[in-house]
């Protein structure tokens, strides 16, 4: 079964702050993905990454950087933390075969004061 | 572009009556497939269903879909609502071109006794 991990699972940080936020997988995927969720605005995909050492921006990629420095992890960093920052982030994988089905982490609580 | 719309942001339903989640969507682009999502309470989305043939139900856990490419459409439906159906479902179409999945903004079902 596809397995995707991410830590921490909570976090709480502060105005200005440096986030980062890991993702591992043992798919074998080749695609990894960031999402933020909100109430009311669903699923929004922030980075994603198709290569090793390569990411592409998202829908909403503003105040985000994002890092792959290899298949198995992908990480989002914030640089300088915002409330409106304060979401659930929710890392998938994929692979190209098939219809790209996406598997997702757990999800990451972070909030922001 | 692309974009999936679920016009209901929140369906509330009695046990034991049939349910039903409307999504409709829009591609300029050649598609793979289309999902319904469900994520239940402080989990991670997972797949539901998922179709790729135009008019072929769909059926997994009581629920079905059909793909309608003439209607630009892929309802979910059920004959008979559980509590354990609550949870947010997210319809969503993958695309061929660059591996992304294209989600709508959810509908949060909730099934009362």
């Known amino acids: 079964e596809a397995a995707v991990t991410q830590s921490p699972r909570s976090k709480v940080a502060v105005t200005g702050g440096k986030v980062t936020l890991s993702c591992h997988q043992t798919?074998?995927?080749?695609?990894m993905y960031w999402y933020r969720q909100d109430t009311g605005h669903g699923l929004r995909l922030i980075h994603y990454s198709y290569v090793a050492d390569s990411t592409e921006k998202g829908d909403i990629p503003d105040g985000y950087k994002a890092s792959r420095p290899s298949q198995e992890n992908f990480s989002l960093i914030l640089e300088l933390a915002s409330l409106s920052q304060t979401a659930v982030y929710f890392c998938?994988?994929?692979?190209?075969?098939?219809?790209?089905?996406?598997?997702f982490g757990p999800g990451t609580r972070l909030t922001v004061l | 572009g692309d974009s999936v719309t679920q016009t209901e942001g929140l369906v509330t339903v009695t046990e034991g009556l049939p349910v039903k989640l409307n999504c409709t969507y829009q591609?300029?682009?050649?598609?793979?497939?289309f999902f319904w999502y469900v994520q239940y309470l402080n989990e991670a989305p997972q797949v539901l269903l998922k179709s790729s043939t135009d008019n072929k139900r769909t059926e997994h856990q009581g629920f079905h879909a059909t793909l309608h490419k003439s209607s630009s459409s892929f309802h979910l439906q059920k004959s008979s609502a559980q509590l354990s159906d609550s949870a947010l479902y997210y319809c969503a179409l993958s695309r061929r071109s660059n591996n992304r999945i294209f989600f709508g903004d959810g509908t949060q079902l909730v099934v009362k006794p």
């Open positions: 591609t300029t682009y050649l598609t793979i497939a």
């Open positions: 998938a994988s994929s692979d190209q075969q098939g219809v790209y089905e996406q598997y």
């Open positions: 798919n074998n995927h080749d695609y």
